[in-house]
């Protein structure tokens, strides 16, 4: 017989510099996802606007600030649009493939690329190859890799110039943190087309959604999340349809990432 199910306990972390807004602090509410049912518990706190990083679930809970809406892309309904389809085109020759959640030197190596081109000044630079390490592995739930690779030749795989750190919820798949080859001038677009891919992998999978975490209105980098549509924002009545006019007024400018650098909690353990 299985164990009665647990209500989780939930901590607070102390109050930080928010990263996307002058001015303002940010702290977070956070959960252990351990045992049986840790899949079971993510799946619900997923669908109310939590996150996960490593064996931690957590959302922002600001005393003066509610700036970070979660998203998803409602992949049941997607359909690419004229810029999507060419960038799937243009990307058509990589080789994607869903791999265990165990780190290499190569992801490593991609990712610190990526961190120096985009955001150099970010916490997430400071990591080394044990808190990438920790970052991939340390899964309690359906978790893996989507590697982006350029064509081989013979039985050699070809580059990897992309990767996405991925959960399978019960009810679609949550992008934790992808990044690419910044320096591929011949695949701009590279992290809209993840994303994209993403959302085609969800509809393969029969998978209503796919998680992109936070945006957050008024950061110009966050703007990228809600280009994809149909999507969705969780506000107080729950899960609701972006207007296409929101999104075209919101959606300007930006980088591609899928979330914000990681932070420690009062534990030491890696928040996103």
Known sequence: MSAAFRFPRFFMTNAGPCPYLAGKTE???FTELSGEHASELNDALGRIGFRR???VAYRPSCADCNACV????VASEFSPNGTQRRLIRRNSDLVVSACKPWSTAEQFALLQRYLQSRHPTGGMTEMDEVDFADMVEQS??????????EPGVGSRPGKLVGACLTDRQGDGLSMIYSFFDPDSSDRMGLGSYIIVDHVLRAQRAGLPYVYLGYWVEGSDRMGYKIRYRPIEKLGRNGWERFEARETDVNAK???QRTDP???RDAEGRLLK
Do not use: A, H
């Not at 979660?70 to 892309?73: H, N, P, Y």
């Not at 309690?140 to 690779?149: G, L, M, N, S």
């Open 70 to 73: 979660s998203v998803r892309i």
């Open 53 to 55: 990083s490593q064996n």
């Open 140 to 149: 309690p739930v359906d978790t893996y890799v989507i590697e982006y690779r």
């Open 27 to 29: 702290r977070k509410v």
């Open 253 to 255: 400018g930006g980088r």
């Open 261 to 263: 650098p990681l932070t």
